[in-house]
């Protein structure tokens, strides 16, 4: 079965600090995505990676960025993290564009203070 | 503005009951529509899925409907479980690229 691993499951940062998520899958899937989860506003995309080196941004890019160096991992980095980026973080995976099934990770809890 | 709405925050059901879950959209022209359950402290993990070219698609105790003239999917659990007490999110795809997500209904399934 498919697996995506999320490097933490909870972090506490300084509101300014420079942050970095990492997601990894290990079924040599094409597309990655990082979504944001909050209460009352569902699952929100935030970037996506078609393949190594390529991404787009989704609904939400703002204060976000991403790297993609390697096909099995997809970094999303918080430039200078505010409050308002506390939130639960998700990252998913699918094969290609030919299949519409995700595979999400267990999610980070990020709290900015 | 939300493309994907699901209306009903939480819902409780007897078990052995039908559980209902509602899912409203704005754009004809998504592609696929899905149903993923997210239990606490885990990632979503899909459910069923159905083409816009379809109207109905079975899963043994979960049934996706998909109503396209009132943009309107729901997804029916018989019997419904106390291990289905879950959240559960709909999505569309759109372009066989984006995923929109709507905001999730809780099902608590009473024994």
């Known amino acids: 079965d498919v697996k995506v691993t999320q490097s933490s499951r909870y972090l506490v940062k300084r509101t300014g600090e420079k942050v970095f998520l990492e997601c990894v899958q290990d079924?040599?899937?094409?597309?990655m995505f990082w979504y944001r989860q909050d209460p009352g506003l569902g699952l929100r995309l935030i970037y996506f990676?078609?393949?190594?080196?390529?991404?787009e941004k989704g609904d939400i890019p703002e204060g976000y960025s991403v790297s993609r160096e390697k096909k099995e991992r997809f970094s999303l980095i918080l430039e200078s993290a505010s409050t308002n980026q506390t939130s639960m973080y998700l990252c998913?995976?699918?094969?290609?564009?030919?299949?519409?099934?995700?595979?999400f990770g267990s999610g980070t809890q990020l709290s900015v203070l | 503005d939300q493309q994907v709405k699901q209306n009903s925050p939480s819902l409780s059901v007897q078990e052995g009951r039908i559980s209902i879950l509602n899912c409203d959209y704005t754009?004809?022209?998504?592609?696929?529509f899905l149903w993923y359950k997210k239990y606490p402290a885990e990632g979503p993990t899909f459910l069923i899925s159905?083409?816009?070219?379809?109207d109905k698609n079975e899963d043994g105790r979960f049934t996706v409907f998909l109503n396209k003239s009132a943009k309107h999917l729901s997804l029916h659990i018989v019997p419904s479980q106390p291990g289905d007490s879950a959240v559960y999110f709909c999505?569309?795809?759109?372009?066989?690229?984006?995923?929109?997500f709507g905001s999730g209904t809780k099902l608590n399934v009473k024994p």
């Open positions: 999505a569309a795809l759109y372009n066989f690229n984006k995923f929109y």
């Open positions: 159905i083409s816009s070219i379809k």
């Open positions: 998913a995976s699918r094969r290609d564009r030919g299949l519409v099934k995700l595979f």
């Open positions: 990676s078609y393949d190594v080196k390529m991404k």
């Open positions: 079924m040599d899937h094409e597309n």
């Open positions: 754009n004809s022209m998504f592609d696929y």
